[in-house]
């Protein structure tokens, strides 16, 4: 195995200061050294990172591959590409494919897809029905599988629980990390049909859609996701909060064994941006208004959010047409979080919420920071100003709604356990990602 230096960097760890003037040794897949002081050491590759951020590559713990069963949309080769293009080093990708995965047969499947041609370390969740706690979550190996995924509001096929027995079972017996997509069902399909007698059979105008998915029906489904949670002794991850009042809810009380997750549209976008964005920002929970904007970002500043993450979820753009009723909801948002995300926060602060939390939270163990010891996955970012392009966009689906931003930072290189899967616009053929590994008993972040 080769040894590769990087050097003149400005290292940002994750869990230590930032590095000014860095250099970083790595041997295999594994981090061997880090310092500041010459003479460097030898190496078989040396990169001069001409003063550049190295930050520990992206956990992106909530992505919609649409493998298998959705692949004209986009498949695990695809958007592990896209992946890597973006700094994304891991993923965990959500259970509503066609069929969804809602049995161990079915996660099986995927692992094997990905192990053949995934370009980022992997994991799937399993998702949670009426009737599969006996038949597959009680049985998983959840040293392998991230945790369950349960839909509290609608989503594809059967993954939608709403039997209280089938809740009661799930908080109390399975013991893992349980991510609840949390709105209410009811108040959304009220909404809707409020809506659909107002136009009288006429569109819905998008500019509708944070009306209608509104920010009651993600609180109450938050609240009763945590009432459930407590009952029965569970661990709980509430999945991209995108209301200031889900903030509010946190900010009063947030327990140990409660962590949370947003999303980078809901930190980019508002409700001003329908008009010109149209159905290319409609998202399920909806981006809804620069002050739930605001207060989502502050809420991850001060760590009342843990983590944030793509909800990656590509459509065709063609696909996208429709009004708030009928366009299909979801984005591709993983290539381009990592610039979007510095041009707000600080790099300690982003290497935090992307990286080192994620990992705490998940269990992941020797990843999330750069540290001897831990596995070389890592991102090279330029400052740079450059204006985002659809074309710039690696996802099969072949665009961003970040189109026409300009943003100040960019990916030059991703390397995933030592190897470089991407650098400078270009993909790399040697894959060397891994299967994530999980410890549920792990230490959540304070």
């Not at 959840?142 to 209280?164: A, E, M, Q």
């Not at 009811?186 to 819905?204: H, T």
């Not at 980078?264 to 208004?289: H, M, W």
């Not at 919420?353 to 939270?361: S, V």
């Amino acid at each position: 195995m080769s040894t590769l230096l990087i050097h003149n960097a400005e290292i940002i760890t994750g869990d230590a200061r930032p590095i000014k003037g860095g250099w970083i040794l790595v041997d295999g897949e594994f981090i061997t050294a880090i310092g500041k002081k010459e003479p460097l050491p030898a190496a078989d590759i040396v990169v001069d990172a001409g003063g550049d951020l190295i930050m520990p590559g992206m956990i992106d713990t909530h992505v919609h591959f649409r493998d298998p069963g959705l692949t004209h949309k986009a498949d695990i080769e695809s958007e592990s590409a896209a992946a890597v293009a973006g700094g994304v080093t891991s993923f965990i990708d959500m259970p509503n494919t066609q069929p969804p995965t809602t049995t161990l047969s079915a996660w099986e499947d995927k692992m094997s897809r990905a192990a053949q041609v995934s370009r980022a370390n992997y994991a799937f969740y399993i998702g949670a029905t009426n009737t599969n706690i006996d038949s597959d979550l009680l049985r998983a190996d959840y040293t392998r599988v991230p945790g369950v995924k349960l839909f509290l509001g609608s989503s594809t096929g059967n993954l939608l629980v709403d039997s209280s027995s089938a809740l009661a079972r799930l908080f109390a017996e399975v013991k893992a990390l349980i991510a609840v997509h949390a709105e209410d069902n009811a108040r959304i399909a009220l909404n809707a049909a409020i809506a659909r007698e107002v136009f009288a059979g006429q569109p819905v105008p998008v500019e509708l859609h944070p009306l209608i998915r509104d920010s009651k029906a993600c609180l109450d489904s938050s609240i009763a996701a945590i009432r459930m949670a407590r009952q029965g002794g569970a661990r709980l991850h509430l999945l991209h909060l995108s209301t200031a009042a889900e903030v509010r809810l946190l900010r009063e009380c947030k327990p140990s064994w409660l962590t949370a997750e947003t999303c980078i549209q809901y930190l980019t976008f508002s409700d001003a941006d329908y008009e010109t964005l149209g159905a290319r920002v409609k998202c399920n929970p909806a981006v809804k208004s620069s002050s739930d904007r605001t207060a989502l970002r502050k809420a991850l500043k001060d760590g009342v959010i843990d983590i944030v993450a793509s909800d990656h979820a590509p459509h065709l753009l063609s696909e996208k047409n429709g009004d708030a009723l009928t366009a299909p909801s979801g984005m591709p948002g993983m290539q381009f979080q990592l610039p979007l995300l510095l041009d707000i926060y600080k790099p300690a602060e982003v290497a935090a919420f992307t990286a080192a939390r994620p990992a705490a939270i998940f269990g992941i163990q020797n990843r999330g920071v750069l540290r001897p010891g831990a596995y070389a996955d890592m991102v090279r970012i330029v400052r740079r100003q450059h204006v985002i392009a659809d074309v710039d966009s690696l996802s099969r689906c072949k665009w961003t709604p970040a189109a026409g931003i300009t943003s100040g930072h960019a990916v030059v290189t991703t390397w995933v356990n030592g190897c470089a899967a991407f650098n400078n616009g270009t993909l790399s053929d040697n894959l060397s990602a891994r299967p994530l590994q999980f410890n549920q008993t792990s230490k959540l972040p304070e």
